[in-house]
């Protein structure tokens, strides 16, 4: 097994898909601030609204200390792509970190890795966090195929990708049998992913720079398995879906990361444009 480095603190991010409307959006981020901006210093947190609440619910966390994400992006900066946003366009309305490859993206709207690929370079070039989505299905894991999928998805997305680059990455563990379903990898079955990509990122590049990359879980995290998860040694914080569409549910899994906080460094590992 390898080492821990205690380099990194947790991040949590809030997932909302495509849910809420205009009142409930800017209802549950008024609740987030309230019950978990006093946690930011322990630990990095993000909501995710639908594109259309974005500047909506950047106006209600402004100061807080947490950030603004979007779940989505297009790699081409402007131009003839009907329905797509690009970074600028994200930029403009306060966010700064964005999902790419999420597993509904990939397995629902069939997005290509090269595809991911452009958009998390896209990301990078435009100062935002990137939080590529990495994961397996449940045939794939029941054929055995989870270790060669996970590495495969994380060496075809940041191919190519410089070290000085890193800094502002996020890798999210998305076992997509787990998602949505109840289910959850167990704590020494996620570690053991967790633990396999970041050495993947310690061949890609060195240990050193490997180990400041937080790694969350983002397969059904709920109140009630978070620290068990938390407090393995290569999961960072976990990626919420449903649990983030309750205040109280995600203020819960908030203080869990917290309480498994390996910060040696104050430096935030989403970062603002």
């Not at 930011?40 to 639908?50: G, L, M, N, R, S």
């Not at 050495?199 to 995290?221: H, N, R």
Request: net charge negative; proline share 5%.
């Amino acid at each position: 097994m390898a080492s821990h480095t205690p380099v990194r603190r947790p991040v949590v991010g809030g997932n909302w898909k495509m849910n809420t409307d205009g009142r409930g959006a800017v209802a549950l981020a008024a609740e987030i601030v309230d019950r978990c901006a006093q946690k930011c210093p322990q630990t990095d947190i993000a909501i995710f609204p639908p594109f259309c609440y974005l500047e909506q619910v950047g106006q209600v966390i402004q100061g807080s200390g947490i950030k603004l994400g979007a779940q989505d992006v297009y790699p081409g900066e402007n131009g003839a792509f009907t329905g797509e946003i690009s970074t600028s366009m994200l930029k403009d309305v306060g966010v700064s970190c964005v999902l790419v490859g999420h597993s509904e993206r990939r397995h629902i709207l069939n997005e290509p890795e090269e595809l991911i690929h452009e958009k998390l370079i896209a990301v990078f070039e435009a100062g935002l966090q990137g939080v590529l989505c990495v994961g397996e299905t449940a045939d794939q894991r029941q054929y055995g195929q989870t270790e060669t999928i996970n590495r495969d998805q994380l060496v075809l997305g940041m191919a190519g990708i410089p070290q000085q680059q890193l800094e502002p990455l996020v890798i999210a563990y998305e076992p997509v049998w787990a998602i949505g379903t109840g289910k959850t990898a167990t704590p020494d079955d996620a570690q053991a992913v967790h633990e396999l990509l970041r050495s993947t990122l310690a061949s890609a590049y060195d240990k050193e720079a490997a180990a400041k990359v937080p790694i969350q879980y983002g397969g059904s995290v709920n109140s009630e398995n978070a620290a068990a998860l938390f407090s393995q040694p290569d999961i960072d914080g976990g990626l919420v879906g449903g649990a983030s569409l309750r205040s109280d549910s995600f203020s819960n899994i908030v203080d869990a990361a917290a309480l498994s906080c390996r910060e040696t460094s104050s430096e935030s590992s989403f970062q603002t444009p």
